[in-house]
């Protein structure tokens, strides 16, 4: 049997059979192969629903010095932002009224955001929309952290891991971040009860089939219940602003594989598969996506949450055009859905 048979059949791999199956990513008969097999799933779960997320950018600041990321606390050349938390309730507002039921509240890893401000900020979106989730992505905490935020309301949690090599993570940060926490980090939020997602960028420097072998391998083991996957794109105030961005057809590739791997996952098409290529969100859905976010934050700061080169955050990305985003959906055969979009247990 071939490694795509094999993945198919049993919806697990060992890294090196992970490696062998990656080799094939420009092979059309295994591309399509896993494709068909990834719309098949996410057919039988989720019919043609496509859940929306609505972005809330809300801090641009952070402590931290990933050299991948334009927001990262040395570049001196970052305008930076955060939002009060009346501006993050008004987003909410705004999100409900376009039909949002999940506020992602994202950030940079910013000290003015204590823990009780969190906490208040999540009592505030939950009293007033009680029907709706809301997801955070703040970075790593502790486990303490994460359990007041869980009992604040907070449902899910979005944490990409980045990659699960020790040497590439080296890489990608400064000596001061270390892989072991941040897996650490997954392990307490699942056992917290978060619905939780990891993830990784798809091309970025120094990543190998061997080291993505690796990422597989670890999302089967963590059996997160989302997972954000995007290709690599530079930004010019990094020490990777020449580096060549992430592959459209790999991430795609890799999008059919985590949903074989996992069936019932929450896999956005992501924005930064959506800034490399126009068409590069419809295309995710095809492989297997089941997501799509679009930005929430308040027009004035979108361009400031300035992540990598050329992101797209204003016409279709955003959410004030849902009809235009519904219209994108329904050309590859999908609708948008009006609920919150739990992880099916
Ligand atoms: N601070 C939180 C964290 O670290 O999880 C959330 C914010 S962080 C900006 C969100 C994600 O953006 C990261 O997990 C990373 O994968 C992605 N990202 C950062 N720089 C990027 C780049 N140059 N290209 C593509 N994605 C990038
Ligand atoms: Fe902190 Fe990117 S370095 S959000």
Redesign the pocket.
Do not use: D, K, V, W
């Given at each position: 049997m071939t490694p795509a048979e094999t993945l198919i059949n049993s919806h697990r791999l060992s890294r090196e059979e992970y490696a062998a199956l990656l080799i094939k990513a420009e092979d059309e008969g295994t591309r399509e192969l896993l494709k068909t097999e990834a719309v098949r799933l996410r057919r039988k779960y989720y019919g043609n629903k496509v859940f929306t997320r609505g972005l809330i950018e809300f801090t641009n600041y952070?402590k931290?010095d990933?050299y991948?990321?334009?927001?990262r606390c040395g570049n001196q050349k970052a305008e930076r932002y955060r939002l009060t938390e009346e501006e993050i309730l008004e987003c909410c507002r705004e999100g409900d009224k376009l039909g949002f039921r999940t506020f992602v509240l994202?950030?940079?890893?910013d000290a003015w955001f204590t823990d009780e401000r969190m906490e208040k900020i999540i009592r505030r979106i939950k009293r007033e929309f009680p029907d709706c989730a809301v997801t955070l992505?703040?970075?790593?905490k502790s486990y303490e952290s994460y359990r007041k935020f869980r009992e604040a309301g907070a449902d899910r949690y979005?944490?990409?891991h980045?990659t699960a090599d020790e040497e590439h993570y080296r890489m990608l940060h400064p000596e001061n971040m270390y892989l072991s926490k941040r897996k650490q980090c997954l392990y307490n939020l699942k056992a917290l009860g978060y619905q939780t997602g990891a993830?990784?960028?798809v091309g970025?420097p120094g990543q190998t089939l061997e080291t993505l072998a690796a990422d597989l391998e670890f999302l089967q083991e963590l059996k997160p219940q989302m997972v954000?996957i995007?290709?690599?794109?530079?930004?010019h105030g990094?020490k990777?602003a020449n580096e060549k961005a992430?592959s459209v057809s790999l991430t795609l590739f890799l999008l059919s594989i985590i949903r074989i791997m996992l069936p019932k996952v929450l896999l956005p098409a992501t924005t930064?598969l959506g800034t490399v290529d126009p068409r590069g969100r419809e295309k995710g859905l095809e492989a297997g996506a089941n997501v799509v976010m679009p930005n929430l934050s308040p027009l004035r700061n979108r361009k400031q949450y300035d992540?990598?080169d050329n992101k797209i955050c204003t016409g279709d990305e955003a959410a004030e055009c849902r009809t235009c985003l519904a219209r994108r959906v329904a050309s590859v055969g999908y609708r948008l859905a009006d609920e919150r979009g739990d992880a099916l247990e």
């Open positions: 952070c931290n990933c991948y990321c334009g927001i994202q950030g940079g890893e992505s703040i970075g790593e979005l944490l990409r980045e993830g990784f960028m970025s954000g995007g290709p690599f794109i530079p930004h990094t990777f992430g930064a992540l990598y």
